[in-house]
């Protein structure tokens, strides 16, 4: 079964600074999909990023960026001139691609960093 | 564009009560699922479907009851309430056709949270 590990419970930065959550995945799949969800005090759960496994350029969106290492099974996400709409849980999650041979349905979600961004 | 619904938001119930909670999504989406988060556990699949008629268990099935007559609609039950599943509630569904946009993500509703005394 996949696991993925966020070792990082809390992180803080400062506004406007870069700050980077770190996620490392373990599978022995080829096919597969790896995100990034937010979720705000308001506990809605929020797409940030998603990350094809078999596309090596990493991933943008915005301030929001990821380092995909597909060797080393890792997976960071990059927040750059960090706001304070940008304080919330980050979950690192991975799911099994539709090639796998596996079940592609299940998320396997990271327990989670808390983010404080600092005025 | 309601997406996925959940109700209620909020509910107590005391030990040995049955409930359900409500979920429906108006994405057409074929699979569909129930996550619990608690605190520094991150979020656990209770069951999932792939289609009407179709269930399975997830990591941590127990005490929970789930059924899909639809496409829609997804309620889980919880069929003797127990303080262990005071929780936060997820339902989240998603598409599982080709690798279009937003192949593999999950949608998720609000959340529920459930108290049990």
């Known amino acids: 079964a996949q696991t993925v590990t966020q070792s990082q419970p809390e992180m803080s930065v400062q506004e406007a600074e870069t700050v980077t959550l770190s996620c490392t995945y373990d599978?022995?799949?080829?096919?597969?999909?790896l995100f990034w969800y937010k979720q705000p005090p308001s506990r809605q759960m929020i797409l940030v990023i998603r990350?094809?496994?078999?596309?090596?350029q990493n991933a943008t969106e915005n301030r929001f960026s990821v380092n995909f290492q597909k060797a080393a099974k890792s997976f960071s996400l990059k927040i750059s001139d960090s706001q304070l709409g940008d304080a919330a849980m980050y979950f690192c999650?991975?799911?099994?691609?539709?090639?796998?041979?596996?079940?592609?349905?299940?998320?396997?979600f990271g327990k989670g960093t808390l983010l404080t961004v600092n005025p | 564009n309601a997406g996925v619904t959940q109700t209620p938001k909020f509910q107590v119930l005391k030990t040995g009560q049955s409930m359900t909670l409500q979920c429906a999504q108006d994405?057409?989406?074929?699979?569909m699922s129930w996550y619990r988060q608690d605190p520094g556990m991150g979020l656990r699949l209770i069951h999932y479907?792939?289609?009407?008629?179709?269930?399975d268990q997830g990591e941590v099935p127990n005490g929970y009851n789930v059924s899909r007559s639809t496409t829609e609609d997804f309620p889980l039950r919880l069929l003797s309430a127990a303080p262990s599943q005071t929780s936060v509630y997820f339902c989240?569904?998603?598409?599982?056709?080709?690798?279009?946009?937003?192949?593999?993500?999950?949608?998720f509703g609000e959340g529920s949270r459930l108290t049990v005394l």
């Open positions: 989240a569904s998603s598409s599982l056709m080709d690798r279009g946009l937003n192949y593999g993500e999950l949608f």
């Open positions: 599978t022995s799949e080829s096919d597969y999909y």
């Open positions: 990350q094809e496994a078999y596309k090596q």
């Open positions: 999650a991975y799911r099994s691609g539709p090639n796998s041979g596996g079940s592609n349905y299940k998320l396997t």
């Open positions: 994405m057409n989406h074929e699979y």
């Open positions: 479907s792939v289609g009407a008629g179709i269930t």
